[in-house]
């Protein structure tokens, strides 16, 4: 499949759109004010795999960014993709 179509695809998926509108709800939220919320959030937000430490806590993410992301990725099949 061309990538065009895969990212028509992508964009045309129902979560895709409650990411975007959630990322409207989130984009001016300040990392600083993220961390004083959240102190855990450098440990919850920090995944290591195959030695490699994946770090999402220094980006504009909260529990309902990593849960709608799981969601698209459930739902576009990415673990059989990836198999």
């Not at 992508?10 to 300040?30: C, F, G, M």
């Not at 450098?42 to 030695?51: D, L, M, W």
């Not at 504009?60 to 576009?76: H, K």
Request: hydrophobic fraction near 35%.
């Amino acid at each position: 499949m061309p990538t065009d179509e895969k990212a028509a695809q992508l964009t045309a998926n129902p979560v895709w759109n409650e990411l975007k509108s959630h990322y409207q709800k989130i984009r001016d939220i300040h990392l600083r004010k993220l961390f004083a919320e959240d102190p855990g959030r450098a440990e919850r937000f920090t995944v290591e795999a195959a030695g490699v430490v994946f770090d999402y806590s220094k980006n504009r993410v909260n529990s309902e960014t990593m849960s709608l992301l799981v969601r698209l990725a459930r739902s576009c099949n990415l673990s059989e993709r990836i198999e």
